[in-house]
């Protein structure tokens, strides 16, 4: 068969190629770099183009599918959510049905069903009009409603797999709301059986994993698939998250906005898993997939250090911690630890307080670095680090520019202390490895129809 893929550089259209192309099929290239030609057709829905304009070339190019894997996650100057999801899918289906085009497969989105939380979502509803569109037309089609798409090229699987690199994770609320990640060959596999189905179709399908995670849980697998240790799990309220998301949509990025976090709040759990039925066995377990395509952050902050190396720092930084609290509760007078903390109010009963607390949380610190680093350990450091920095520069204000650089020195610790902090490791390493070469011949299993393809 010969067939259409419009979004064909796209994550999912890219998977939906290979999978077609590895069972036979003659597949057409729909991008907007493209020239029409045997293998490629220049598809730009932000350009107007008439329903007989689209139904002549799909007859030159003698197509007998489309599937449309066009999407964006936030409009732009060059791209808005009417003519890339709605207008320009929609011209291309009416000529597709004038074509006389055997079958369109539309890829659509979770939570696209009508209702008012739909309506009111410009994304969500820029999909609703193009799915009801091809669903009034005289053709067979199909409307697929995957839930949150993992794998190569996938930018929120980038986005998402960024935020589990983070020492500090941020979470919407608890992180309690629901997902379903499903891997994109497995999704190009589903594409490529409905492309053959015989017979007549006119359904629509919502798509999901095999078992719904709550957004922690999904963050916690891209984390341990990066092969990072715990992380510090920071509980955000949801109007202090869409602030930031309204923010970061100032700034040059295509997946972080508030129609994000709308889409998280609502969940994205299908109503009625149509997975299993259109591969024929249950999906693949996201830990699994994430064996077979590792996870690519938009920004790696993952960290390799030798086990002496890591000695070597760790003992460094336990040796500044430990001597500070000796040092400061030996010599009070001698090393000026009092004179700062008259200088900052603590003087007296009140000064002795402020020092014995300094001397116990440095000496703390110190120990507990010379055992292992942990999460709450580094976030900690961090802390005491800028808290003293601060401190001091604003009551000392000298020391900021003291030629022996007394305060910018604490910037190579915060480094130390951030890099120790991304380094360290899996409780579970050691014991992780046999069972990751076994995820990876079950991940394998299971997606062997489609992995080879792509």
Not at 63 to 83: D, H, K, W, Y
Not at 221 to 235: F, M, T
Request: charged share 15%.
């Amino acid at each position: 068969m010969r067939v259409l893929v419009c979004g064909a550089s796209g994550c999912v259209g890219r998977a939906v190629a290979h999978a077609l192309r590895s069972r036979g099929h003659q597949v057409v290239d729909g991008t907007r770099s493209a020239a029409d030609g045997r293998h490629g057709m220049h598809v730009d829905y932000m350009v107007p183009t008439a329903p007989e304009e689209w139904a002549a070339k799909l007859r030159g190019a003698r197509i007998e599918a489309v599937v449309n894997c066009v999407g964006i996650l936030m409009p732009s100057r060059g791209q808005t959510f009417e003519r890339v999801h709605t207008d320009g899918p929609v011209e291309l289906f009416r000529g597709a049905a004038m074509a006389g085009v055997h079958r369109i497969v539309q890829v659509s989105a979770l939570g696209v069903r009508g209702d008012a939380d739909t309506l009111s979502t410009p994304y969500l509803r820029s999909k609703l009009l193009a799915d009801d569109a091809l669903a009034s037309l005289p053709v067979d089609w199909v409307v697929l409603r995957p839930s949150l798409i993992y794998g190569p090229g996938s930018q929120s699987g980038a986005l998402f797999a960024t935020l589990a690199s983070l020492p500090v994770i941020s979470l919407p609320g608890h992180g309690v709301q629901p997902v379903q990640p499903l891997h994109v060959y497995e999704l190009a596999e589903c594409i490529v059986r409905l492309v053959e189905r015989a017979g007549a179709l006119h359904e629509v399908h919502e798509l999901g994993g095999p078992e719904a995670l709550s957004y922690r849980d999904m963050l916690a697998r891209y984390r341990h698939a990066l092969g990072l240790g715990g992380a510090v799990w920071l509980p955000m309220p949801l109007v202090l998250m869409r602030t930031m998301a309204w923010l970061a949509e100032l700034i040059p990025q295509k997946v972080f906005c508030r129609d994000t976090i709308r889409l998280l709040e609502k969940g994205s759990v299908p109503s009625v898993n149509a997975m299993p039925a259109l591969l024929g066995r249950a999906p693949t377990a996201m830990a699994h997939g994430l064996e077979i395509s590792d996870p690519e952050p938009m920004l790696d902050l993952r960290v390799n250090l030798s086990p002496a190396a890591e000695m070597l720092a760790r003992v460094a930084l336990a040796f500044m911690w430990l001597y500070t609290a000796l040092i400061s509760a030996a010599m009070p007078h001698q090393s000026g630890v009092l004179n700062l903390l008259a200088r900052c109010g603590f003087e007296g009963r009140w000064g002795l307080a402020a020092l014995l607390f300094s001397c116990t949380l440095n000496a703390g610190m110190g120990l507990l670095s010379l055992r292992r680093m942990t999460p709450w350990l580094g976030a900690v450091q961090v802390g005491a680090v800028l808290g003293y920095t601060i401190t001091a520069a604003l009551n000392m204000p000298e020391l900021t520019i003291d030629h022996c650089g007394p305060l910018v020195k604490n910037l190579p610790v915060l480094a130390l202390i951030v890099l120790l902090w991304l380094a360290s490791p899996l409780p579970e390493r050691s014991a992780a490895r046999p069972g990751s070469r076994k995820a990876r011949r079950a991940g394998t299993a299971t997606l062997q129809s489609t992995v080879h393809a792509s």
